[in-house]
């Protein structure tokens, strides 16, 4: 991909960013308006309710109307509030959201920027939501926004741990950190993905499953607190805290963090997906093979890829509309009395694996 952008647009660097960064907004930003409808009529049906009807056939225009109707509004401020740590923290989540796409590999041909510390930056880009999400609750000078943030940033600082020890985890197995090289080597059959051991380990991989299932699940648990699902939602707590760390928050910048948190939970599906089941890869093989269509790959790498990111992001929806909210004694104690030791026992553990 960077070749080709190389090739076209040269030493136009503004040119050349424009057009590295289109299509990851041509596909996030109508990702984020589905999953918002996606909830809505998911959460309805799972409570034998219709959803949005009225607004298009079943209400599928609903979350555009809902869009066009926020940019529209006026961006209220209160005059307690501090203008520029307010006004800047919309911009700062959306931008620690969306950059993280940058080394995800889509496919083998559109990949952002296949550096070889892609996981690396992912976790390191991704933390910039911490410092959004603290600077738009102080900001605001409301209790609840306040509470919300300060939930929020212990939340997120503590399941990180669990989070990095598992990426640390799949590292020590596939020997980098390049999110395409974990991809390539879970490629040919979905028996080499590394939630049924990879493909370099041999009979030792028999050992792995019953630690991949477990780290896989870790990770997810892991992720999901970090977004701030249910059940761990407790920084927004709308029964508690009204919104959240966003209660003073109006219009388009509302809408930017609303963004932000469903292209988060895509972000992180999509790092589940590569850690675990192989990426872009196909389970089966590709029809572009069978037929000798060599340029169809991609296209079919690109869908697979997705659809594994959506299956995730619909099993965090559902969570939703399933589970109750913890406590906060009780989103602590998972994380600091289980998910910790545990990540570190399988980390000893593959580690010995590996080694042996």
Not at 90 to 97: A, E, K
Not at 318 to 341: A, E, F, G, S
Request: hydrophobic content about 55%; glycine content about 6%.
């Amino acid at each position: 991909m960077y070749d080709f952008l190389v090739n076209i647009f040269g030493s136009n660097i503004a040119a050349f960013f424009v057009a590295a960064s289109l299509p990851l907004f041509l596909f996030i930003l109508p990702y984020a308006l589905i999953a918002v409808l996606a909830e809505r009529k998911v959460s309805a049906h799972m409570q034998d309710r219709l959803g949005p009807m009225r607004t298009g056939y079943h209400g599928i225009f609903q979350t555009i109307a809902d869009i066009i109707k926020l940019i529209q509004k006026e961006n209220i401020r209160s005059s307690a509030t501090d203008k520029i740590l307010f006004n800047s923290a919309p911009y700062l989540i959306f931008i620690g959201s969306f950059a993280a796409f940058a080394v995800l590999p889509f496919s083998s041909w559109f990949i952002g920027s296949s550096i070889d510390v892609g996981i690396f930056f992912f976790l390191a880009i991704s933390s910039l939501v911490v410092a959004a999400i603290l600077m738009g609750g102080w900001a605001s000078n409301n209790k609840y926004s306040l509470l919300g943030a300060m939930r929020s940033v212990s939340q997120i600082i503590s399941y990180e741990i669990p989070t990095a020890i598992i990426v640390l985890t799949m590292v020590m197995i596939s020997g980098t950190l390049n999110l395409d090289t974990i991809t390539q080597q879970q490629t040919s059959s979905f028996w080499n993905w590394n939630i049924f051991g990879g493909a370099e380990f041999g009979l030792a991989k028999f050992l792995l499953i019953p630690l991949m299932l477990a780290s896989f699940l870790i990770l997810f648990i892991s992720t999901l607190a970090e977004v701030n699902r249910t059940p761990f939602d407790i920084p927004e707590a709308e029964s508690e805290l009204v919104s959240g760390f966003f209660t003073e928050y109006s219009g388009m910048k509302f809408a930017m963090f609303f963004l932000a948190e469903y292209a988060n939970m895509l972000a992180v599906s999509f790092l589940v997906s590569i850690l675990f089941f192989g990426g872009y890869n196909s389970p089966f093989g590709y029809l572009g093979n069978t037929l000798g269509i060599e340029w169809l790959i991609p296209f079919e790498q690109f869908l697979w890829f997705s659809s594994k990111g959506f299956f995730f992001v619909i099993v965090q929806m559902w969570l939703r509309w399933t589970l109750p909210r913890l406590r906060v004694d009780q989103l602590m104690t998972v994380c600091w009395k289980y998910l910790i030791p545990y990540s570190i026992a399988i980390l000893l553990l593959v580690g010995i694996i590996t080694i042996i």
